[in-house]
T-cell receptor
Framework: AQTVTQSQPEMSVQEAETVTLSCTYD???????LFWYKQPPSRQMILVIR??????QNATENRFSVNFQKAAKSFSLKISDSQLGDTAMYFC???????????FGKGTKLSVKP | EAGVAQSPRYKIIEKRQSVAFWCNPI?????LYWYQQILGQGPKLLIQ????????DSQLPKDRFSAERLKGVDSTLKIQPAKLEDSAVYLC???????????FGSGTQLSVL
């Protein structure tokens, strides 16, 4: 069975600074996807970034980038130039190839302070 | 493009009562998921539909939870009878197909007293 672990229950960062959220996972699969989702108080899960396991290049979406270490089963999210609107819960998630179901970690509560 | 619609947004019931949640997917999305998110945890899959057929319901407590997706469009999730530990947010998500990007609704927050 796959598991996803987020070891930081809460993080805080000053506006305009950089923060890194950690995620590790366990799987015996070779073909899978990894995701970071943002969940603001509105409760709607918003996709931040997605990484295919077969791609060595780390995914980047504007201020968001990942450090994907397949051998170490590590998938961290870096947020650059943090903004107040980045305040939310962040969930790391795993999806087996062509299965569809997302397996989530417990989340990290990120607070961006002015 | 309209998003995934869920209702009600909030629901408060007494234990042993029954409750139902409704989800309307994005048009054309064949795959539909119901997740349960208990406070302080990540969402956990309850059931996955492909059109109107069940793909995975291994984590659905079938003695009290039921779900259906008639005509492969709207879906309802029912709890009968509810227990205190069912207090959670129930999220519906849909995708064009298995393995495609998931779009989430805003969820229903259930409180069982």
């Amino acid at each position: 069975a796959q598991t996803v672990t987020q070891s930081q229950p809460e993080m805080s960062v000053q506006e305009a600074e950089t923060v890194t959220l950690s995620c590790t996972y366990d799987t015996s699969e070779n073909n899978y996807y990894l995701f970071w989702y943002k969940q603001p108080p509105s409760r709607q899960m918003i996709l931040v970034i997605r990484q295919e396991a077969y791609k060595q290049q780390n995914a980047t979406e504007n201020r968001f980038s990942v450090n994907f270490q397949k051998a170490a089963k590590s998938f961290s999210l870096k947020i650059s130039d943090s903004q107040l609107g980045d305040t939310a819960m962040y969930f790391c998630a795993f999806m087996k190839h062509r299965q569809g179901n997302l397996i989530f970690g417990k989340g990290t509560k990120l607070s961006v302070k002015p | 493009e309209a998003g995934v619609a869920q209702s009600p947004r909030y629901k408060i019931i007494e234990k042993r009562q029954s409750v139902a949640f409704w989800c309307n997917p994005i048009s054309g999305h064949a795959t539909l998921y119901w997740y349960q998110q208990i406070l302080g945890q990540g969402p956990k899959l309850l059931i996955q539909f492909q059109n109107n057929g069940v793909v995975d319901d291994s984590q659905l407590p079938k003695d009290r939870f039921s779900a259906e997706r008639l005509k492969g469009v709207d879906s309802t999730l029912k709890i009968q009878p509810a227990k205190l530990e069912d207090s959670a947010v129930y999220l519906c998500a849909t995708s064009q197909g298995v393995g495609e990007k998931l779009f989430f609704g805003s969820g229903t927050q259930l409180s069982v007293l």
